[in-house]
């Protein structure tokens, strides 16, 4: 080994490593393990001026020049030239440098390298130390993912939507098993998480799907015991358990509850690999996702099996359209130091969302030098269970921000650990009967800025529940209200964790507002919020269900005393942008959304404007005053527009159906309405 090379201390370039050299030739860099021992046609003898590495792979060849030796194009072409035989035995990318020119060649054919418009790449390269880390790293992906023999131009990247992908893999698997549409998410998003992360080559050759697949095409069987053993292990590894027990990955069908191959599925296991990789030879990797399919990868599937979940599972499309309400899609927002908490998160839609929508949020989520990540603001998502079935809701929100954050990944690969103490900081199950309402929080500092929550809808069987929280020291004076279902103890739960200041925009069930025994939780609300809006969505909102729903704004008050004197925003939506008659969900032009998010920003805007109230020029929209919600027995705001003038939105006007449990509850409160009744008029009496 040279004296070079036991001195040198090469430096990272983001995920690459670089070496800086000029004194160690090709054979004895061959001995130090840095390049790979083949025939280097007589060349042994040269000496590289500094190649960049990843993973043991050179990826750019760098030669130095005097600035004398670059001054004119035909020493520019002379200098290409003495090297490019070399650089093309060794990697894809050449790289001449003066320390203030810099010339990317494409070592495959000679060519210099373009951008996307055909323009030369001319971003300087240090001939010392390189200091324009991000641009360089960036760049030297950008090539390496476009150059070939025949092209030396960057292409414009260009982000795919796996969805097809996604179906196939799902119909593989169900017509094969029979299994529940949810139980073959697990398994379609675990062999998904298995090609992208190789694709992100964050998976070393041992463990990557190429490995796999080559082994499937020989012995079924093989293939996946060594994909139990083998990678399945690296990648929990890689993206370890939280205290919670959960990580990214818990597919049970391909392996047993021990992680052990389930050899019975081989065939299958085999089927779905050719999926994987025919897909990737007609359309590409993995690395680049398109927003659109991160949001739309678990509703595809989730909503074929909401009710199975116990869940009412939202559109993404309104998910959005609260964030915009919340205005926490403006990169301009403020969220350093800012808590927001989805209490009940199912997948991570509410949270996830946000980083689709807020570049600048998502940036948070980037490696520091030293790898670690540590974004300003928090976020929380909880859910809860105890049994293995419980904690797959929790992985799927895991697995779902590692797609999110895909192309962070992509540039910071080894960065896993980091990346999985990000993703069981953010997402955690309580196994406990309790789950959320058991976690109290009593410091204000650790309340919440914000709170984005779709609620579990639930009345039968939450007794059980109440009483666990009488007799739990830490909650039994925790929920005064005592509200019917769990969305009442969710609602006393979200009051209780704001901040004061804080806001919380909750999906809630008509019950809530038309329930003559929630007017004592209507009043607890005003007692301690700024009632801000409420919006009526329209019936199937979500999916298979025929639930009526609206949008809650709440904000903490100060102090418990501080009277509302502001009004409050109401709105009656019909459509949103979804055919609420499919099972499918086909997008529509049709959409109330946009013009609902727009006049709640003014709404908000005006009331910073004591000279400017807002007034509501449109039919959909009315600007209520705060005493007719603390005078009403209901807070259901569609009976306060009047049969004209829903007739001229267009609302079409149909007896209420509700199901039986509904029909039940309402019974329940007339009974205790008539008890209390005759209970009065027994004294009269006595």
């Known amino acids: 080994m040279s004296e070079e090379l036991l001195q040198t201390i090469p430096q990272q370039i983001g995920k690459f490593t670089y070496f800086k050299l000029g004194n160690s030739t090709i054979n004895q860099l061959v001995k130090a393990g840095i390049l790979k021992r083949k025939d280097y046609n007589g060349f042994g003898n040269k000496k590289p001026d500094g190649l960049m590495l990843y993973q043991k792979e050179v990826v750019a060849f760098v030669e130095y020049k005097q600035p004398h030796e670059l001054n004119s194009n035909k020493l520019i072409l002379n200098a290409i030239a003495q090297e490019i035989n070399i650089a093309k035995l060794i990697c894809k990318i050449f790289i001449v440098t003066d320390g203030t020119k810099t010339f990317w060649v494409n070592a495959l054919n000679g060519d210099k390298i373009c951008n996307d418009a055909g323009e030369e790449i001319r971003t300087v390269f240090s001939n010392t130390q390189v200091s324009n880390i991000d641009t360089i790293e960036f760049l030297i992906d950008q090539i390496n993912q476009s150059i070939s023999i025949k092209n030396s131009r960057i292409k414009r990247a260009e982000f795919i939507n796996p969805t097809s992908l996604a179906n196939r893999l799902w119909q593989t698997i169900w017509a094969a098993t029979g299994k529940t549409p949810i139980k073959c998410l697990y398994n379609v998003v675990e062999l998904f998480i298995f090609k992208f992360l190789s694709d992100l080559k964050v998976l070393g050759s041992d463990y990557c799907f190429e490995k796999v697949f080559n082994k499937s095409k020989i012995d079924a069987s093989d293939a996946l015991d060594y994909y139990a053993k083998n990678s399945r292990r690296k990648i929990r590894?890689?993206?370890?358990?939280?205290?919670?027990?959960?990580?990214?990955?818990?597919?049970?069908?391909?392996?047993?509850?021990?992680?052990?191959?389930?050899?019975?599925?081989?065939?299958?296991?085999?089927?779905?690999?050719?999926?994987?990789?025919?897909?990737?030879?007609?359309?590409?990797?993995?690395?680049?996702?398109?927003?659109?399919?991160?949001?739309?990868?678990?509703?595809?599937?989730?909503?074929?099996?909401?009710?199975?979940?116990?869940?009412?599972?939202?559109?993404?499309?309104?998910?959005?359209?609260?964030?915009?309400?919340?205005?926490?899609?403006?990169?301009?927002?403020?969220?350093?130091?800012?808590?927001?908490?989805?209490?009940?998160?199912?997948?991570?839609?509410?949270?996830?969302?946000?980083?689709?929508?807020?570049?600048?949020?998502?940036?948070?989520?980037?490696?520091?030098?030293?790898?670690?990540?540590?974004?300003?603001?928090?976020?929380?998502?909880?859910?809860?269970?105890?049994?293995?079935?419980?904690?797959?809701?929790?992985?799927?929100?895991?697995?779902?921000?590692?797609?999110?954050?895909?192309?962070?990944?992509?540039?910071?690969?080894?960065?896993?650990?980091?990346?999985?103490?990000?993703?069981?900081?953010?997402?955690?199950?309580?196994?406990?009967?309790?789950?959320?309402?058991?976690?109290?929080?009593?410091?204000?500092?650790?309340?919440?800025?914000?709170?984005?929550?779709?609620?579990?809808?639930?009345?039968?069987?939450?007794?059980?529940?109440?009483?666990?929280?009488?007799?739990?020291?830490?909650?039994?004076?925790?929920?005064?209200?005592?509200?019917?279902?769990?969305?009442?103890?969710?609602?006393?739960?979200?009051?209780?964790?704001?901040?004061?200041?804080?806001?919380?925009?909750?999906?809630?069930?008509?019950?809530?507002?038309?329930?003559?025994?929630?007017?004592?939780?209507?009043?607890?609300?005003?007692?301690?919020?700024?009632?801000?809006?409420l919006i009526s969505l329209p019936v199937r909102t979500f999916f298979t269900n025929s639930v009526h729903a609206y949008i809650l704004v709440l904000m903490k008050k100060q102090h418990p005393d501080e009277v509302q004197t502001d009004p409050v925003f109401t709105y009656l939506a019909s459509d949103i942008g979804e055919k609420l008659t499919s099972i499918r969900r086909e997008d529509i032009p049709e959409t109330d959304l946009p013009e609902m998010e727009t006049l709640f920003k003014f709404f908000c805007a005006s009331k910073l404007d004591f000279n400017e109230r807002f007034v509501s020029k449109y039919p959909r929209c009315k600007i209520q005053p705060v005493i007719l919600f603390k005078d009403s027995s209901h807070w259901v705001i569609d009976r306060w527009w009047s049969i004209d003038e829903k007739i001229a939105l267009g609302i079409e006007e149909s007896k209420k159906t509700i199901t039986l449990d509904e029909f039940e509850e309402e019974l329940t409160g007339l009974k205790a309405v008539l008890d209390d009744y005759l209970h009065v008029i027994s004294k009269i009496k006595d």
């Open 237 to 533: 590894r890689l993206f370890r358990e939280g205290a919670d027990g959960t990580t990214i990955i818990n597919g049970t069908i391909f392996v047993d509850e021990a992680g052990n191959a389930n050899l019975s599925q081989s065939l299958l296991f085999a089927r779905s690999l050719k999926h994987l990789n025919d897909y990737s030879e007609e359309v590409g990797s993995l690395t680049n996702i398109d927003k659109q399919f991160k949001t739309k990868l678990y509703e595809s599937f989730l909503k074929q099996e909401v009710e199975a979940m116990g869940q009412y599972f939202t559109p993404r499309k309104l998910v959005q359209s609260i964030i915009r309400m919340a205005q926490l899609n403006d990169n301009t927002f403020k969220f350093q130091n800012k808590r927001i908490c989805d209490p009940f998160c199912g997948v991570g839609g509410f949270l996830l969302e946000l980083l689709n929508l807020n570049d600048s949020m998502r940036k948070e989520y980037i490696p520091d030098k030293n790898g670690d990540i540590s974004p300003s603001f928090i976020f929380h998502g909880f859910d809860k269970g105890f049994e293995r079935e419980d904690e797959r809701t929790i992985i799927l929100a895991k697995a779902n921000m590692l797609i999110y954050l895909s192309e962070i990944l992509f540039r910071y690969p080894t960065c896993t650990l980091s990346f999985s103490n990000i993703f069981n900081s953010t997402f955690k199950l309580f196994k406990d009967n309790l789950g959320t309402f058991g976690h109290i929080i009593e410091n204000e500092d650790e309340k919440y800025d914000y709170i984005l929550s779709n609620p579990p809808y639930v009345t039968r069987g939450s007794g059980i529940i109440k009483e666990e929280i009488r007799v739990t020291p830490h909650t039994k004076d925790k929920y005064p209200v005592n509200a019917l279902g769990l969305e009442g103890l969710a609602l006393e739960w979200i009051v209780n964790s704001l901040k004061k200041g804080g806001r919380a925009f909750i999906v809630i069930p008509d019950g809530l507002l038309s329930r003559i025994q929630g007017k004592k939780l209507r009043d607890h609300i005003l007692q301690n919020c700024i009632l801000e809006a």
